[in-house]
């Protein structure tokens, strides 16, 4: 005989997807990385990505547009008379049978019938009142006396159905024994919370009730605590569902609830249920209510359970909208999400959520000894690694060409090596490489004899010095208008990019970033990425120049490249006494010292390129003037196009060492 094994395959239902692709940390870094530019701390920029999402990934605006939608659909389809609607139907059906049978029935004394029919002719409008009416009638139509006692077995069923969820099934078509084990569960269940909220109940107590009356709770609770939440939710939504009714819907039921299955114990019983579980959970919403307008109707346990699904909402409302102190999506409660909207906004949450970890575990955003979520120097390498190959790609387009890198321009050997990093140029150490490879396998147990298989990690790169070696700044404009004219995210990811070419590929060279508005001051790369827009009116590039100078002072062995970015004329100038003086239009004298300082850094042998952002004919004409004055040079370049004409013009200035053009790289 063969004997095989069976499987079976079900709704996968653990975590994440193990078949959906990994996330794509690199779009969403890129994301989060261009809010913090435009001024969103690390924090809320993640938060955004996540709430917009992505062309790939569904956002969190989106699911919780699609909660507030179900929300709304509920409350527009229905209402919730639907138990009154129900119980009319029945009594008017029990009275014209009890007319038919009156008719018909030649035995009966004509006083007997005038009597009855008198009874029926003259019953109250209100439901409630002609069920009570009728409840000591003597019923000759056996028809009409089954379709009054559905009337009070409906009732049971459905008061049961508003605090346990399952009942109106459960007890369809219930015996006598039935109806008495569910009253016999009330008491147990009424005292046990009553011992509990005394502080006098134990475990035992617990596990005796559930041994008794497990069946009636398919929610499994394993302890107290989990089956008073439970009990709690549902009543809870009961009473917000009464209070959702007119005040004569909530007269007409409380007023029939006294025939509920032919005996007040069962109302006596529940409404001490619903005064424990309020006096045990408090916090629950017992006093709220919803405005229905749909012609749906819904039985007492129906709409309870729609109550409950709209507090559910309003619960996945609030966790999708992470405005909680806190709040992370681990937050989320995918299986709500999975009932009321489906298996792919649930699919949508675990994505985010995977997102969100893997992002915070990644090492690419870390907390600061403040507590404040930043971008981690992983992720500012990440993202000028990015930027600087953008800025590759748009000057290798710009130029139509690629230059080839000629041998030795990198400088001589110094003999040393290190190993290999992203954008090095320098000659393999084949030697180094080898015996790395060689230890690694080695190391994996396996035979370096059998053949080698060289790794990314092997390779060493043999040291040069430089021939010749720089000394950088950047001056970038950080005025208003750079913010109003939508220049500041082009600004920053140029000097990002520029520090991640210098960082990687130039080491020798020393940059120094400085940021001129009002005053100007030197800033890091970390400083500058998150410096949010400022609304302060002025353009000192003058002081920007004295710490320029100041800068290349301190390195008088390298070679000065000064390059500046700005959308305005000079409008401010740094007095003697170290304040600010602002004007517009631009005065004489802060022109005058604008130049001065100019034509001290010019006259150290700089290397000066001017980009002007803009069509303002002033700044092109005093630009111009300033260039030919020091032999330097202007570019007027699209804010997209900035990062690509800073980092050319970069390379153009140390072409002796390199070459102005990406050509020979490979940059993926």
Do not use: C
């Given at each position: 005989?063969?004997?095989?094994?069976?499987?079976?395959?079900?709704?996968?239902?653990?975590?994440?997807?193990?078949l959906?692709?990994?996330?794509?940390?690199?779009?969403?870094l890129?994301?989060?990385?261009?809010?913090?530019?435009?001024?969103?701390?690390?924090?809320?920029?993640?938060?955004e990505?996540?709430?917009?999402?992505?062309?790939?990934?569904?956002?969190?605006?989106?699911?919780?547009?699609?909660?507030?939608?179900?929300?709304?659909?509920?409350?527009?389809?229905h209402r919730?008379?639907?138990?009154?609607?129900?119980?009319?139907?029945?009594?008017?059906?029990?009275?014209?049978?009890?007319?038919?049978q009156l008719?018909?029935?030649?035995?009966m004394?004509e006083?007997?019938?005038?009597?009855?029919?008198?009874?029926?002719?003259?019953?109250?409008?209100?439901?409630?009142?002609?069920v009570?009416?009728?409840?000591?009638?003597?019923?000759q139509?056996?028809?009409?006396?089954?379709?009054?006692?559905q009337?009070?077995?409906?009732?049971g069923r459905?008061?049961?159905?508003?605090?346990?969820?399952?009942?109106?099934?459960?007890?369809?078509?219930?015996?006598?024994?039935d109806?008495a084990?569910?009253?016999?569960?009330?008491?147990?269940?009424?005292?046990?919370?009553?011992?509990?909220?005394?502080?006098?109940?134990?475990?035992?107590d617990?596990?005796?009730?559930m041994?008794?009356?497990?069946?009636?709770?398919?929610?499994?609770?394993?302890?107290?605590?989990?089956l008073?939440?439970?009990?709690?939710?549902?009543?809870?939504?009961?009473?917000?569902?009464?209070?959702s009714?007119?005040?004569?819907?909530r007269e007409?039921?409380?007023?029939?609830?006294?025939?509920a299955f032919?005996?007040?114990e069962?109302?006596?019983?529940?409404?001490?249920?619903?005064?424990?579980?309020?006096?045990?959970?408090?916090?629950?919403?017992w006093?709220?209510?919803?405005?229905f307008?749909?012609?749906?109707?819904l039985?007492?346990?129906?709409?309870?359970?729609?109550?409950?699904?709209?507090a559910?909402?309003?619960?996945l409302?609030e966790?999708?909208?992470?405005?909680y102190?806190?709040?992370?999506?681990?937050?989320?409660?995918?299986?709500?999400?999975?009932?009321?909207?489906?298996?792919?906004a649930?699919?949508?949450?675990?994505?985010?959520?995977?997102?969100?970890?893997?992002?915070?575990?990644?090492?690419?955003?870390?907390?600061?000894?403040?507590?404040?979520?930043r971008?981690?120097?992983?992720a500012?390498?990440?993202?000028?690694?990015?930027?600087?190959?953008?800025?590759?790609?748009?000057?290798?387009?710009?130029?139509?060409?690629?230059?080839t890198?000629h041998?030795?321009?990198?400088?001589?050997?110094?003999?040393s090596?290190?190993?290999?990093?992203?954008?090095?140029?320098?000659?393999?150490?084949?030697?180094?490489?080898?015996?790395?490879?060689?230890?690694?396998?080695a190391?994996?147990?396996?035979?370096p004899?059998?053949?080698?298989r060289?790794?990314?990690?092997?390779?060493?790169?043999?040291?040069?010095?430089?021939?010749?070696?720089a000394?950088?700044?950047l001056?970038?404009?950080?005025?208003?208008?750079?913010?109003?004219?939508?220049?500041?995210?082009?600004?920053?990811?140029?000097?990002?990019?520029?520090?991640?070419?210098?960082?990687?590929?130039f080491?020798?060279?020393?940059?120094?970033?400085?940021?001129?508005?009002?005053?100007?001051?030197?800033v890091?790369v970390?400083?500058?990425t998150?410096?949010?827009?400022?609304?302060?009116?002025?353009?000192?590039?003058?002081?920007?120049?004295?710490?320029?100078s100041?800068?290349?002072?301190?390195?008088?062995?390298?070679?000065p490249?000064?390059l500046?970015v700005?959308?305005?004329?000079?409008t401010?100038?740094?007095?003697?006494h170290?304040e600010?003086?602002?004007?517009?239009?631009?005065e004489p004298?802060t022109?005058?010292a604008?130049?001065?300082?100019?034509?001290?850094?010019?006259?150290?042998?700089?290397?000066?390129?001017?980009?002007r952002?803009?069509d303002?004919?002033?700044?092109?004409?005093?630009l111009?003037?300033m260039?030919?004055?020091?032999?330097?040079?202007?570019?007027?370049?699209?804010?997209?196009?900035l990062?690509?004409?800073?980092?050319?013009?970069?390379?153009?200035?140390?072409?002796?060492?390199?070459p102005?053009?990406?050509?020979?790289?490979?940059?993926?």
């Amino acid at each position: 005989m063969r004997h095989g094994r069976s499987s079976r395959y079900g709704r996968y239902a653990g975590g994440p997807d193990p078949l959906a692709p990994p996330v794509d940390l690199s779009e969403a870094l890129d994301a989060v990385a261009e809010d913090v530019m435009a001024g969103y701390s690390p924090e809320r920029a993640l938060r955004e990505y996540l709430r917009r999402g992505s062309r790939t990934m569904t956002g969190l605006d989106d699911l919780a547009g699609r909660v507030a939608q179900r929300r709304k659909d509920l409350l527009g389809r229905h209402r919730l008379d639907g138990t009154l609607q129900e119980v009319r139907r029945l009594l008017d059906e029990a009275v014209l049978e009890e007319r038919k049978q009156l008719a018909r029935d030649i035995r009966m004394e004509e006083t007997d019938r005038s009597f009855r029919e008198m009874q029926l002719q003259n019953l109250p409008p209100s439901t409630a009142a002609a069920v009570t009416e009728l409840s000591s009638y003597d019923w000759q139509s056996s028809t009409a006396r089954e379709r009054y006692e559905q009337i009070k077995d409906l009732l049971g069923r459905e008061m049961l159905e508003a605090r346990f969820a399952g009942m109106k099934d459960a007890l369809q078509n219930a015996t006598d024994e039935d109806r008495a084990a569910i009253t016999e569960m009330l008491r147990d269940l009424n005292e046990l919370l009553a011992k509990h909220a005394r502080g006098e109940d134990t475990p035992q107590d617990f596990e005796d009730f559930m041994a008794r009356h497990g069946d009636q709770f398919p929610e499994d609770p394993q302890d107290i605590d989990e089956l008073i939440d439970a009990l709690a939710k549902r009543s809870a939504a009961a009473q917000r569902m009464l209070r959702s009714m007119t005040r004569e819907q909530r007269e007409e039921l409380m007023a029939l609830s006294a025939q509920a299955f032919g005996s007040p114990e069962l109302m006596d019983q529940l409404s001490r249920l619903d005064a424990n579980l309020q006096g045990l959970r408090p916090g629950e919403d017992w006093s709220g209510s919803e405005s229905f307008d749909g012609d749906q109707g819904l039985g007492l346990g129906d709409g309870t359970g729609v109550l409950q699904d709209l507090a559910e909402l309003d619960e996945l409302a609030e966790q999708l909208s992470q405005s909680y102190a806190g709040s992370t999506l681990s937050d989320l409660d995918v299986d709500a999400l999975d009932r009321h909207l489906g298996d792919d906004a649930a699919a949508s949450a675990r994505t985010l959520a995977a997102l969100e970890k893997t992002l915070r575990d990644s090492g690419l955003l870390r907390r600061g000894t403040d507590g404040d979520l930043r971008l981690s120097p992983r992720a500012m390498r990440r993202l000028g690694q990015s930027l600087l190959k953008d800025a590759a790609g748009r000057l290798s387009g710009r130029q139509g060409q690629r230059d080839t890198r000629h041998a030795g321009a990198a400088g001589e050997l110094t003999g040393s090596s290190r190993p290999w990093q992203f954008g090095d140029a320098e000659p393999w150490d084949v030697t180094r490489t080898v015996t790395n490879a060689i230890g690694r396998t080695a190391a994996e147990g396996r035979d370096p004899a059998s053949g080698l298989r060289l790794q990314v990690q092997d390779v060493e790169v043999q040291e040069t010095e430089d021939r010749t070696q720089a000394a950088v700044v950047l001056l970038v404009d950080t005025s208003f208008s750079m913010a109003a004219e939508g220049r500041w995210v082009p600004m920053k990811r140029t000097a990002l990019a520029l520090h991640h070419l210098v960082s990687t590929r130039f080491r020798g060279d020393a940059l120094q970033l400085v940021n001129f508005g009002r005053y100007a001051q030197t800033v890091t790369v970390d400083e500058l990425t998150a410096l949010p827009p400022l609304r302060e009116q002025g353009t000192n590039l003058h002081h920007g120049l004295l710490l320029a100078s100041a800068f290349f002072r301190k390195h008088p062995t390298r070679q000065p490249v000064l390059l500046v970015v700005t959308d305005g004329e000079p409008t401010a100038r740094l007095m003697a006494h170290g304040e600010s003086w602002f004007s517009y239009p631009p005065e004489p004298e802060t022109l005058r010292a604008t130049v001065a300082e100019l034509d001290r850094v010019g006259r150290n042998g700089a290397e000066i390129t001017f980009f002007r952002l803009g069509d303002d004919p002033g700044l092109e004409r005093f630009l111009t003037a300033m260039a030919r004055r020091v032999g330097g040079r202007v570019v007027a370049p699209d804010p997209e196009d900035l990062g690509a004409a800073v980092v050319g013009e970069f390379l153009r200035s140390r072409r002796p060492r390199f070459p102005s053009s990406f050509g020979d790289l490979d940059w993926d």
